[in-house]
């Protein structure tokens, strides 16, 4: 099914029934009162012209919008550019919001097809975006061009063209975060991300529209191929941008399989390096596989991203691994770790081994950070570290660790990571509370696990 740049038909819903539906609809329906209000309003202030002209010129741009969606350029991430922009624009500058929304009407039903929901909120979102646009228009130039132009000539039309298709985008941005975020559940950066790859284009249809305005107003038959030529380098522009991206996504799987390559060898090098401190203390290895278990855990249950969360589980498992080597001060071994994973181009995981014995109140080594200033994967790893410690040494049980942990929060230990600990250790069992079962093995066990799937 084709959809426009600001559907988002990478996450449709298909009835009400889904999870997201109630919220879908709540959201379609603010849509459409805000709709309804600016075109009410406008009718109230500028009346509802009625001609066979305006009728004909309506008809041709919905066609025009129709005409686009086969040639819908689906860019990376499931974003799809349609240019319909130039055309919902154009049609709230010659005809008003009223018209206008008529014009969208049929382009509105071809995206969303059957789906009542999506009916509701592509109708309410054009008439949305077109009420935004003829207002802007009007607050500049006066009445739509086909109701009877104000004074200005074709530079100030251009211009306030200009501002309406603006206003229109700015608001299918919105309306497009807002389903995102607020119906969806993605946070607004990932939001974002999925918007961002459809801004150029719709930022030449723009232009595309002040552009055959200001023909219009000079010569009517002259903005014909104006549209036509601005709708070409929308195209032109998509296709550019997807190939851009779509060489860009394709680069950075390369990298992340190199990546996890350079990951899985340091885990077998620490592995190895590990085992041979285990034979002289009996605990290094179970040592470093706990704390991995728990700081992936806590990482988790704190938001962290996927990616973030598997560097975390590795440098979690190899944070001792500067006890390896020469005997020396206790207080040297994070930063030979981290001389050693620099060595072996894990650089943002040495940061975090490198600081992991800080304190927030600035009593810890080997810099003396506080707060803030100690990365948040160093916090995670030292709470997962000290727990880890705590239960293996035989000295304390789980619940007199958990008390030491709530003890050192904001002076040993960040208060926030504590928090996120204890919320996994409420929900785990007591043989994950004493880091005992498959995903404490040496080495540690499968990925993508957590405390609450342990028995």
Not at 131 to 145: C, K
Request: charged share 20%; net charge positive.
């Amino acid at each position: 099914m084709r959809r426009s740049w600001f559907a988002m038909d990478v996450i449709r819903l298909s009835a009400p029934e889904h999870p997201g539906g109630a919220r879908k609809g709540s959201y379609s329906g603010a849509l459409a009162a805000f709709a309804l209000a600016s075109c009410a309003s406008w009718a109230y202030w500028y009346g509802v012209p009625l001609s066979a002209e305006l009728a004909v010129l309506a008809g041709l741009l919905a066609a025009l919008l129709c005409v686009g969606l086969p040639f819908a350029v689906r860019m990376p991430g499931g974003a799809v550019v349609d240019a319909s922009e130039a055309p919902r624009a154009l049609a709230a500058v010659l005809l008003g919001p009223l018209w206008a929304s008529l014009v969208c009407l049929p382009y509105a039903l071809a995206v969303a097809r059957r789906n009542r929901t999506g009916v509701l909120y592509e109708v309410s979102r054009n008439a949305a975006g077109v009420s935004v646009a003829a207002t802007a228009f009007s607050a500049i130039h006066g009445l739509p061009l086909a109701a009877g132009a104000a004074a200005g000539g074709p530079v100030t039309a251009a211009y306030a063209a200009l501002a309406a298709a603006l206003a229109l985008v700015a608001a299918d941005v919105v309306a497009a975060l807002g389903l995102l975020c607020f119906v969806y559940g993605r946070k607004t950066a990932e939001a974002w991300g999925v918007v961002a790859p459809g801004l150029p284009p719709a930022l030449v249809g723009a232009l595309a529209c002040s552009l055959a305005v200001a023909a219009f107003a000079a010569s009517g038959a002259a903005a014909a191929p104006a549209l036509v030529f601005g709708l070409l380098a929308v195209h032109l522009v998509a296709r550019r941008i997807r190939d851009w991206r779509a060489g860009e996504l394709r680069l950075r799987e390369r990298a992340e399989r190199l990546e996890g390559a350079a990951l899985a060898a340091g885990m077998v090098f620490g592995a190895a390096m590990l085992e041979e401190l285990g034979r002289e203390d009996g605990c290094a290895h179970r040592h470093a596989a706990a704390t991995a278990v728990y700081s992936e855990d806590i990482a988790r249950e704190m938001g962290l991203d996927r990616r973030r969360t598997e560097r975390l589980r590795v440098a979690a498992f190899l944070h001792d691994i500067g006890r390896f080597g020469p005997s020396g001060e206790n207080s040297a071994h994070p930063e030979r770790g981290a001389r050693m994973l620099e060595e072996a181009g894990l650089g943002e995981l040495a940061a975090w081994v490198r600081y992991h014995h800080e304190r927030p109140d600035g009593r810890g080594y080997p810099q003396g950070l506080r707060g803030p200033w100690i990365p948040l994967e160093s916090r995670i790893l030292a709470v997962a570290e000290a727990y880890a410690a705590m239960v293996l040494s035989g000295d304390a049980g789980h619940e007199a660790a958990r008390r030491e942990l709530c003890d050192g929060a904001d002076t040993r230990f960040d208060a926030g990571v504590v928090r996120a600990f204890l919320r996994v250790l409420d929900t785990a069992p007591e043989s994950y509370k004493t880091a005992d079962g498959p995903r404490f093995a040496h080495p540690p066990g499968p990925r993508g696990g957590s405390a609450r799937q342990v028995v």
